[in-house]
């Protein structure tokens, strides 16, 4: 989608802004929590709707299709890198939640996302993805670009970095602090059901947020999931030794003058 019709649809929207492979670092998990706070934590929304609908990704037709034509403050979801994205978003009252995690684990569910999809050229090992990943071969390019790109914003009132580990760790209080963000407020009782909801279990039983519902079109092996574990750490399970220096080395190199604390799984 060319940056100039994007430009059409910001200003009353809420722009949910993504870095690389964000869908395999918790894009839908975000997705979820956002749709039940505007719900005020009743799933009835989530559980007919499907999420795509819900928060169209800007960068399709499609989704641009379903954005036009809504009225009022809107979700959009986007990976596309800071430097494609139209200006007009850094003149707006859009609010920008940027959804970071560690790269190794991105680099591991792509690859598991990868093997079984349809729409992809499919790598013929974890070796070979691996080089694809460091050197940015990928989708939406590289993420350690991608992610520079949209940490420029930091400290930004209208822009808030959210981690998928510190997601993971506490729930509760990064969704609060969402809430504030956002300037919603939630009864204990509706923060409750908004936790229950986009629990990974849930989301995974939901065939409005689980991507069953298009399975036909993105995944060859019908066993295969876009749901697959939802953990932290995974990539310990997958790296050999070498790879993870490899990868400690291009990190470093690549993030060079950011605060560690940015990153708090390093």
């Known amino acids: 989608m060319h940056p100039k019709v994007v430009d059409s649809i910001l200003g009353q929207g809420t722009y949910l802004g993504f870095r ?54 809107r979700l959009i979801t986007s990976h596309v890198p800071i430097h494609l994205f139209p200006k007009s978003i850094f003149k707006s009252k859009t609010k920008v939640i940027y959804l970071i995690r560690n790269p190794r684990d991105i680099l591991v569910s792509g690859y598991f996302f990868w093997i079984i999809s349809k729409f992809v050229k499919r790598p013929e ?61 939630l009864e204990p009782e509706e923060l409750n059901s908004l936790l229950k909801h986009s629990s990974f279990q849930v989301m995974k039983e939901n065939k409005m947020s689980n991507y069953t519902l298009l399975a036909y079109r993105l995944i060859e092996d019908k066993n295969g999931s876009l749901m697959r574990k939802g953990i932290s750490g995974d990539w310990k399970n997958h790296f050999t030794v070498a790879q993870a220096e490899v990868f400690d080395r291009i990190f470093r190199e690549k993030m060079a003058g950011l605060p560690p604390e940015l990153f708090p799984w390093e």
């Not at 894009?27 to 956002?34: C, G, P, Q, S």
């Not at 009743?42 to 709707?49: K, R, Y």
């Not at 080089?131 to 914003?153: C, I, N, P």
């Open 20 to 73: 690389v492979n964000s869908w395999l670092g918790g894009t839908n998990w975000l997705v979820e929590i956002l749709c039940l706070i505007y719900s005020k934590g009743d799933p009835a929304w989530v559980q007919s709707v499907p999420i795509w609908e819900r928060s169209p990704w800007v960068e399709n037709t499609h989704g641009y299709q379903i954005l036009k034509d809504k009225e009022g403050p």
């Open 125 to 185: 090992s974890l070796e070979q993805y691996f080089e694809w990943f460091t050197q940015g071969h990928v989708a939406f390019g590289s993420w350690f670009d991608h992610t520079r790109g949209w940490m420029s914003l930091r400290g930004q009132e209208n822009v808030l970095i959210v981690s998928y580990e510190e997601l993971k760790q506490d729930t509760r209080s990064v969704v609060q602090k969402i809430c504030r963000f956002l300037g919603k407020k």
